[in-house]
């Protein structure tokens, strides 16, 4: 099967990129930078947290980059002051939804929503906390986890499935209900499935999953991506 | 044009730790230089018993945790022209709303402090302002016109509004704010 290439256009630059590149993909190829924090280099895409939202000419609507394939003749807006807004707003619906309290969290200084709101500008969230009381669960050995940190971007879920191979992890309920759960929504330290790899807390990209004793800055070293990236490809 | 009057900067502190005003006072010898620009009509670190009228600034430390402070918040807003968060707990409740994950937090809370600790005794006391059921930041009660997130905020923040706000200027927080 031969693939063909895809000619469109990235903020006013044309560039040619093969087909069923998804946009975030081909934005980053030509060094545009879309903002996410769901996406993850080396696992499939999920399109949950709506911060790689761009405009495509000829529709009102907005896309997630990170799923949304290119086409020929595409011309993409990735920074607009429409889009400035809606991340903002986003990154402020993330802080809203649970309990966010950057001075008191284990990834203080190193997480990428926090990052991401000091990026954007976001100074104040204008929405109505929900001041979250979910479970906190140290059962296991070393791994937490703190529901009440996490942004439902599934990261962990899709590491520990699709480059661990072990789907401890998953979701339950839905939309601001849903909770990351291990096995049949077991107490991690009675997981029988969880292989302790800290994959998880790696990629997390607040400090929802974290290694208990161990330096959140060792355990968030940016060359995971690499490493996942290196796992998938070896044959 | 005659020698503009000072303008009138006012530091109010409700439910936080005072960090923030530690880091307002760590603008250091910048002070002096804005110090030739504005003028201090009430703070905590001056001793002015009532919130005085016609302020141009007020930087308001700490989250709206009891009756007193949500009323002194309001007698704040009508008297002030610009009023700014100043801190997390101002901005987002931070610590200070760290209770509010509780439900009834306001009385869980008074339990916690006064009659956990001790048998012997143990009372509430009703001499202190009633608490709000949740702490809460700043706007989610008044209209806020600017932000300074941080715990503490960076001095260099603080002043840059400042200054900026004192020259005319709309403040730009893009990559400068910083929560945490």
Not at chain 1, 170 to 196: A, F, P
Not at chain 2, 104 to 126: G, V, W
Not at chain 2, 145 to 156: K, M, R, S, V
């Amino acid at each position: 099967m031969s693939i063909g290439t895809v000619k469109l256009k990235i903020d006013g630059v044309e560039v040619n990129v093969p087909e069923n590149t998804m946009i975030l993909k081909a934005a980053k190829d030509t060094g545009v930078v879309i903002p996410t924090l769901c996406n993850l280099e080396g696992v499939t895409s999920y399109g949950g947290c709506r911060l790689c939202l761009v405009e495509i000419s000829g529709s009102p609507k907005l896309f997630p980059a990170c799923i949304t394939p290119v086409s020929n003749g595409m011309e993409v807006t990735t920074n607009s002051d429409r889009l400035k807004e809606y991340r903002k707003m986003v990154v402020q619906m993330l802080l809203a939804e649970r309990t966010h309290i950057c001075s008191v969290c284990v990834a203080d200084d190193h997480c990428e929503l926090q990052a991401m709101a000091n990026q954007l500008g976001v100074d104040h969230v204008m929405f109505e906390r929900n001041w979250s009381h979910d479970e906190i669960d140290s059962t296991h050995d070393f791994l937490v986890i703190d529901r009440n940190r996490c942004i439902l971007c599934t990261r962990c879920i899709r590491v520990c499935d699709q480059i661990e191979g072990v789907h401890t992890l998953d979701l339950k309920l839905r939309g601001k209900d849903s909770q990351v759960i291990m096995d049949l929504d077991e107490h991690w330290g009675n997981s029988c499935s969880c292989t302790s790899c800290r994959k998880c807390a790696k990629v997390c990209p607040v400090g929802a999953i974290y290694i208990e004793g161990e330096p959140i800055e060792h355990t968030k070293k940016k060359d995971i991506a690499e490493f996942i990236i290196a796992r998938r490809n070896r044959k | 044009m005659t020698k503009s009057p000072k303008i009138r900067v006012a530091t109010v502190w409700l439910s936080g730790c005072s960090g923030c005003h530690m880091s307002f006072l760590d603008i250091d010898e910048r002070l002096i230089d804005l110090a030739k620009k504005i003028t201090v009509v009430y703070s905590p670190i001056a001793d002015v018993k009532e919130f005085p009228e016609n302020v141009d600034v007020t930087l308001i430390e700490g989250a709206v945790a009891n009756e007193e402070q949500l009323e002194m918040l309001k007698k704040v807003r009508t008297r002030t022209k610009i009023l700014i968060s100043l801190g997390d707990c101002a901005v987002d409740g931070n610590v200070t709303a760290l209770r509010n994950s509780w439900r009834k937090s306001d009385q869980a809370i008074l339990e916690r402090a006064y009659k956990d600790p001790t048998d012997l005794n143990a009372a509430i006391p009703n001499a202190v302002p009633k608490l709000l059921v949740n702490a809460r930041p700043l706007h989610e009660i008044v209209k806020v016109d600017f932000y300074i997130p941080g715990c503490p905020p960076h001095a260099d923040l603080i002043y840059y509004v400042l200054t900026e706000l004192l020259a005319g200027r709309t403040p730009i927080m893009e990559g400068r704010s910083k929560y945490g």
